[in-house]
């Protein structure tokens, strides 16, 4: 993998967000709210629960810790607010590595596995695949609300982007 690869997965996962982002603004409030037995409950919670992981994915690739208490905000707006600056954050990080960045070891700590490494392109790829198994969640949950889902796929970003 190439530092140019984490270039596209990053601009693929912040292109899918947005658009998740923009369908959610869309839902009544008891549809982003509503518990529906999924594994954070509600659109609103999935979502809540990507970001937050996708910051501490990001705390952890470039200091090698979690962040100390993040929560991220209860609300959509301050949540697409906040998703919106860890996104900035993250591209001005991508701007900063070397080529063989993705192939370089990135050592953290885990909360409960302790000490970890892993090469960094397949730490971001674990983030990538984990916010869009979610996001597969929330357009599951939107489509049994009777909403039409958006479509996020990486071939809808391919040609979204030529």
Same mark, same amino acid.
């Given at each position: 993998?190439?530092?140019? $690869?984490?270039?596209?997965?990053?601009?693929? &996962? $912040?292109?899918?967000?947005?658009? %998740?982002?923009?369908?959610?603004?869309?839902? !009544?409030? /008891?549809? @982003? %709210?509503?518990?529906?037995?999924?594994?954070?409950?509600?659109?609103?919670? %999935? @979502?809540?629960?990507? *970001?937050?992981? *996708?910051?501490?994915?990001?705390?952890?690739?470039?200091?090698?810790? $979690? !962040?100390?208490?993040?929560?991220?905000?209860? +609300?959509?707006?301050?949540?697409? $607010?906040?998703?919106?600056?860890?996104?900035?954050?993250? =591209?001005?990080?991508?701007?900063?590595?070397?080529?063989?960045?993705?192939?370089? *070891?990135?050592?953290?700590?885990?909360?409960? #596995?302790? !000490?970890?490494?892993?090469? @960094?392109? +397949?730490?971001?790829?674990?983030?990538? +695949?984990? /916010?869009?198994?979610?996001?597969?969640?929330?357009?599951?949950?939107? =489509?049994?609300?009777?909403?039409?889902?958006?479509?996020?796929? &990486? @071939? #809808?970003?391919?040609?979204?982007? #030529?």
């Amino acid at each position: 993998m190439r530092t140019a $690869d984490l270039h596209r997965m990053i601009a693929y &996962l $912040d292109w899918a967000n947005g658009v %998740t982002l923009r369908a959610a603004a869309d839902l !009544p409030e /008891a549809v @982003l %709210t509503a518990d529906v037995g999924a594994s954070f409950k509600s659109v609103l919670g %999935t @979502l809540r629960h990507m *970001e937050w992981a *996708e910051r501490v994915w990001f705390e952890r690739w470039v200091r090698g810790a $979690d !962040p100390a208490g993040y929560a991220p905000p209860p +609300d959509l707006a301050g949540l697409a $607010d906040s998703w919106g600056a860890l996104a900035a954050e993250r =591209r001005a990080w991508l701007a900063t590595l070397a080529a063989d960045a993705a192939e370089l *070891e990135v050592a953290y700590a885990h909360p409960v #596995r302790g !000490p970890q490494r892993a090469v @960094l392109g +397949d730490l971001v790829q674990h983030a990538v +695949d984990h /916010a869009t198994f979610h996001r597969g969640q929330v357009i599951g949950m939107m =489509r049994q609300a009777g909403v039409a889902p958006p479509a996020t796929s &990486l @071939l #809808r970003f391919s040609s979204s982007t #030529r």
